[in-house]
């Protein structure tokens, strides 16, 4: 083999070591929004729901993200215990967002019963070492000031427990507000999800930069 050959061979070698360095550090950093109609984006085209709007931002941010779509309309606590571990098994997100709890207010379930099953998910999720980042809810006035009190604490107290982040309420600067959601004045429309976006972000910060580090 003569010394131009030679040459030529080490270069490519290190031409291809690069683009496989290069992969290995543009690797998506893939979060799993894991929810009810609010992660689903109910009532609302695809790309201006929760999972596109902020995967869209996160990567105008500069940050190399994939926001996969874990969120069905109309589910529970209970629902979402049912199908976690399956979701699951299809692949390991870095982190999960978990916001469940809506619909259990709504439907008056116990908070017991709540707490249990956000307890089994945050188990869940902690045995396979997924990083989570607790979306908290605010139950709805009528249900009565005891209720309220007991299914408000679940989020805070939880997330405490097993050392996940918590964003205190999905809906902050949202809820309530006529301008910002649909008419059925439960679900987000476009800007309202933009909202929640952009209030959210900071939280997520933190698991970004350390998959960066």
Do not use: C
């Not at 427990?161 to 059925?184: H, I, M, R, T, W």
């Amino acid at each position: 083999m003569n010394i131009t050959k030679t040459i030529k061979l080490f270069a490519l070698f290190l031409l291809f070591s690069t683009i496989k360095v290069q992969s290995l550090v543009a690797e998506d950093f893939t979060i799993l929004a894991f929810g009810d109609s609010l992660t689903a984006g109910y009532g609302l085209p695809p790309e201006q729901g929760f999972t596109h709007q902020l995967e869209q931002e996160l990567k105008r941010l500069g940050h190399n993200v994939t926001v996969i779509n874990g969120g069905v309309s109309g589910d529970t606590t209970s629902g979402g215990l049912a199908r976690l571990e399956w979701l699951l098994s299809a692949g390991r997100p870095d982190l999960v967002i978990l916001e469940l709890g809506a619909n259990d207010a709504l439907r008056g379930i116990t908070p017991e019963i709540t707490r249990a099953n956000m307890e089994r998910m945050l188990s869940i999720l902690e045995q396979a070492k997924i990083r989570t980042l607790v979306a908290g809810m605010i139950a709805p006035p009528n249900m009565g000031d005891e209720y309220g009190r007991e299914f408000n604490r679940i989020f805070p107290e939880l997330s405490k427990k097993y050392n996940d982040g918590l964003y205190p309420f999905f809906l902050e600067g949202v809820a309530g507000n006529p301008e910002l959601n649909q008419s059925d004045a439960i679900h987000p429309n476009s800007d309202g999800v933009a909202v929640i976006v952009k209030n959210i972000i900071p939280y997520i910060s933190e698991y970004l930069q350390n998959f960066a580090g």
